[in-house]
């Protein structure tokens, strides 16, 4: 059974802090991963990630993949309060495209 | 203004009511699918389908019906809704997630209650 599984379950930091979430994966024909922010409602995407070893950036978030040891981590820097929401991590197979969403983050932002 | 939009957005019924969540999207996106997504649980796909008369199951697609007669819309059916239905619905599309780079658009979600 394919599985995601999302590390630290929930953090609280300051502004100004790094934070760096966890994304692990057991999910046969793995093709991609998608990093997702969810604030009150519906995700947001962030990043699709397929190459091992290449860093994404946007802004103050970056992620990477490897796919030898089947994880990903985002990393936000210089945290602000507008970053406080769930931040979710899934996995796409490569036949059927079929997703696999890991229980996501909450990072909490305090001012 | 591209969107992917869901009625209703609240729904409290009773078990064993059919209903039909609709899922409509103006992008001309051939991938749509639905997820469910319950506290500690994240979000887990229930179906999805990668263009017109095509569909196929997700990770728990037990007690759900979907249709894809048209490109733009996907509805969820429940006929028989139970209370471990109740649950918040998502329903999500993109381009073609056989292109790397396509990211998934999210509808604004459903709450639905079944008593």
Redesign the interface.
């Known amino acids: 059974e394919?599985k995601v599984v999302?590390s630290p379950l929930s953090l609280v930091v300051h502004e100004g802090d790094t934070v760096t979430l966890n994304c692990s994966y057991e999910v046969t024909n793995f093709r991609?991963l998608?990093w997702y922010k969810q604030e009150k409602?519906?995700?947001?995407?962030l990043f699709?990630l397929?190459s091992s070893g290449i860093e994404k950036k946007s802004g103050r978030l970056s992620s990477i993949l490897d796919k030898k040891e089947l994880f990903s981590i985002l990393n936000i820097t210089a945290t602000q309060t507008g970053d406080s929401a769930i931040y979710?991590c899934?996995a796409?197979k490569a036949a059927?495209?079929?997703?696999?969403?890991?229980?996501?983050t909450r990072v909490l932002v305090k001012p | 203004e591209a969107q992917v939009t869901q009625n209703p957005r609240y729904l409290i019924t009773v078990t064993g009511k059919k209903l039909t969540v609709t899922c409509s999207q103006n992008m001309n996106h051939e991938y749509m699918s639905w997820y469910r997504q319950d506290p500690g649980l994240g979000l887990r796909q229930i179906y999805y389908s990668m263009n017109v008369e095509v569909t196929d199951k997700g990770d728990v697609p037990e007690g759900y019906k979907v249709s894809r007669k048209e490109k733009r819309n996907f509805p969820l059916i429940l006929e028989s809704p139970s209370p471990n239905q109740t649950s918040l619905y998502f329903c999500a599309s993109s381009l073609s997630l056989r292109l790397a780079g396509h990211e998934q658009f999210f509808g604004p979600g459903t709450r639905l209650t079944v008593l």
């Open positions: 394919d999302q991609s998608l409602k519906a995700p947001t995407f699709m397929t979710l899934a796409i059927g495209n079929k997703l696999t969403f890991g229980g996501g």
